[in-house]
Nanobody
Framework: QVQLVESGGGLVQAGGSLRLSCAAS????????MGWFRQAPGKEREFVGR????????VYKDSVKGRFTISRDNAKNTVYLQMNSLKPEDTAVYYCAADRFLRGLDVNAYTYWGQGTQVTVSS
């Protein structure tokens, strides 16, 4: 069973950048597909992007394409979410998630979750 801990959230002005990290422990990190999700107040948790086991393939939500980049370092058991050109609508709690299988892009496709990190983008 893998444990996930996110970090790197904070307050940033619109147009700024943040890099989130998600450190994994308790499992073989390279065996997991890693996803990033976010949840804004009053809204459902939504898919942001995901990266496959070796980092060879990524998929993103349309609204973050070209602004967000997911990468992973299997030697450091860490997945990253680089967020550039941030907008107020990106404000949310960001979660990383893991699953052994490539099953889909919704919350039900992931078994393990971190506790989340708050990202607030001011206008």
């Amino acid at each position: 069973q893998v444990q996930l801990v996110e970090s790197g959230g904070g307050l940033v002005q619109a147009g700024g950048s943040l890099r989130l990290s998600c450190a994994a422990s308790g499992g073989t990190f390279s065996s997991y597909v890693m996803g990033w999700f976010r949840q804004a107040p009053g809204k459902e948790r939504e898919f942001v992007g995901r990266v496959t086991w070796s980092g060879g393939s990524t998929v993103y939500k349309d609204s973050v394409k070209g602004r967000f980049t997911i990468s992973r370092d299997n030697a450091k058991n860490t997945v990253y979410l680089q967020m550039n050109s941030l907008k107020p609508e990106d404000t949310a709690v960001y979660y990383c998630a893991a699953d052994r299988f490539l099953r889909g892009l919704d919350v039900n496709a992931y078994t393990y979750w971190g506790q989340g990190t708050q990202v607030t983008v001011s206008s």
